[in-house]
C-alpha cells in the first residue's frame, strides 16, 4: 500500500492497529496545550545577562498552568451555561477538573526549573533542556495520536513533525529574541 493512502479506510473497515489505551479528545487537547504553555514560559522567562533566580520562575511556570487550566475549565463552564439551563452540577466541576493534563504536560518542565534551583546547572540549561524535552514530547504525542487513530507509520510520523514544528518555533524565537 503506498504511503499516501496509508490515511485513508473505507467506511464499516476499522483502522489497521488501534491502541488498547486511546486518550479522550479533551485530554490530547489540554496535554499539548501545557506542553506548548510551558515552553513559552520558560523561554520568556529564561534571562540572559540578568540574575538568574529559578525559583521564582518554577512558581511563575506553575501558577499560570494552574490558572490556564482552571481558566480554560470555568470557560467550558460558561459555554455549557450559556446553552443549557443555569444550574450548577457536579458535570460543571468535572468539566474544570478535566484539564489536569495541562498541569500535568508543564511538570517536566517544572522538574528541570527545579534541578537549577537544586543547584544541579544553570537556569538556562535547564531552560534549554525543558524546551528540547517539550518539543519532542510534541512530536510524541503527535505521533501516537495518529497511531491509536488508525493511521500508518509514515502518516503519523508526519502529524508528529508538524506537531514538533510548534516546539521549534519556540525554540527559533527564544534564540532570536535573547
Known sequence: ??????????????????????????????GIYGLVLAS????????????ADPGPDVLWVLLTALASAAAHGYAHVIAQRASADGAATMGRLRLVLAEWPLVAAVLPTV????????????????????????????FGWGAWTARSAGHGWPSSCRAGGLDMLIGIVIIIANALIK
Open 40 to 51: 513559552a514560559l520558560a523561554a520568556a522567562l529564561d534571562s540572559t545577562g540578568g540574575n
Open 1 to 30: 500500500m503506498s504511503e499516501r493512502a496509508d490515511h485513508v479506510r473505507r467506511r464499516g473497515v476499522p483502522p489497521r492497529s488501534t491502541s488498547r489505551y486511546r486518550l479522550p479528545e479533551q485530554s490530547l487537547f489540554s
Open 111 to 138: 522538574l528541570m526549573l527545579l534541578t537549577a534551583v537544586a543547584g544541579w546547572w544553570p537556569e538556562a540549561a535547564a531552560v534549554d533542556a525543558a524546551l528540547l524535552f517539550n518539543t519532542g514530547a510534541l
